[in-house]
């Protein structure tokens, strides 16, 4: 077996600190045992697209990283793929925008990508692609002569089959993913989405093991839990980084209790909703006035996107608003904060907070409700409030699981949270672990590749649980 090749749109630089995300620690974490290539986008805008990847090794991985031209970066990245299929599998068809341009430029991009690509690999290099910005990459890889093995994972929802027919050529996409060997989702409900697809819009079928055919075409799929480092995580909170900042916060507080939330300022992730709920709760509970605060961090993100210029101003209102309604001079309810923290930092704050808000309206995963758990003191852990919507709800049962629509039910896990006894919390909290413990994001990658590469007996889906599909 040749070099694990991993591709995703963005590559972080070799000496990326602390402020890298779970996807991006878990990508390097899974080429950092045996080496391999990490290609893709650079993150720059040049006036003009590079014609030739720049190849950077460092501690055995080589990283090949290309320009985006302007144009691509506003129609390949700002647009197809963050304003019509971000929104659509997000089931936010209303906001995405259907532009021909948009997508022949996709398409362009990863034909380009697939190009430089291919002069950089083996036949016999392992091939992982990441996320919908590429979900043609693997065909035309194939088109430009790779034989070898190639296998996607999807990180977002893959949506429900009549919201994803609302997107103007939606079958030619869904197509392209059986070029791949391999197909990899975060949850059976995504898993579920897709075979269904694949059946009702395709006219194919997909067997009790997982492989979907549509004509002769057919594609190997399964679900992959993404997964964090519990235990490293864990450190990372007693840390003296992270120790730092958790006096410093607990010093801010004089004594109050904290309820946390950790976005890429994103509409996908509720926000709005999630501050309503905060709000309802002073409002029906006076005596939590003055004795709770809320520290909301918001990332900026994809700041070159209309809609998210727009949720920006929307929280800053609603921000605004609540503290207007409830400050007092020695009190504020919502801290706001529009940064990115350093791993270190984000733990020890993670561990203060008595709740951990993670109320997406929709989100494949979300490793922040993982992080959150593996931050808490075993003797006296937080409570989880948890999205249903969240791929994480499909693991973490000891959270309290709210429907994020529902603002008064939101309201009442927080109250719940705070007054929940030690024991219980600590039962929860101990449930969790296992199931974090389990599905790490070691096991994530060597369960994907072990399947991809064929050594594994079977795919994790038909391992786990026996699969509910119906062959058809
Ligand atoms: P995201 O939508 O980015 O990921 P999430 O899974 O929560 O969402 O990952 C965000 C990561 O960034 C976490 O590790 C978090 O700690 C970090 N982060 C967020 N805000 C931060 C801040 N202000 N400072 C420092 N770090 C911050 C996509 C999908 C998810 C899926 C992941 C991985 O949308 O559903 O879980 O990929 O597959």
Redesign the pocket.
Known sequence: VGRLVIVSNRVPPPDTTA?A???AIGLKLALAREGGMWFGWNGKAAPEASNKPTVVTSDGISYATLDLSRREYEEYYCGYANRTLWPVFHYRVDLAAFDDGFRRIYHQVNDRFARHLGALIEPDDIVWVHDYHLIPLGERLRAHGHQGRIGFFL??PFPVREILSALPGHDGLVRKLFAYDLIGF?TESHHRAFCDYVIRELGGSVSSAGTARVGTHQVRTGVFP?GIDPDHFARLAVSSGGRKLARRMKDSLHGRDLVVG???L?YSKGLPQRLQAFELLLERHAALRGRVSMLQ???PSRSDVPEYTEIRQELERACGHINGRYADFDWVPVRYVN???GREA?AGLLRVARIGLVTPLY??????AK?YVAAQDPDDPGVLVLSKFA?AAHQLDGALIVNPHDIGEVADAIRRGFEMDTGERRARWARMMVSLRRDTIHRWRDDFLGALTGEAVALPLTARRPARLRAV
């Open positions: 402020s995300g779970g996807l990180h977002i975060q993404i950790v976005d890429r994103d961090i918001a990332s940064k990115a923290y984000l989100d494949g995963m979300n490793l922040v992080e791929g």
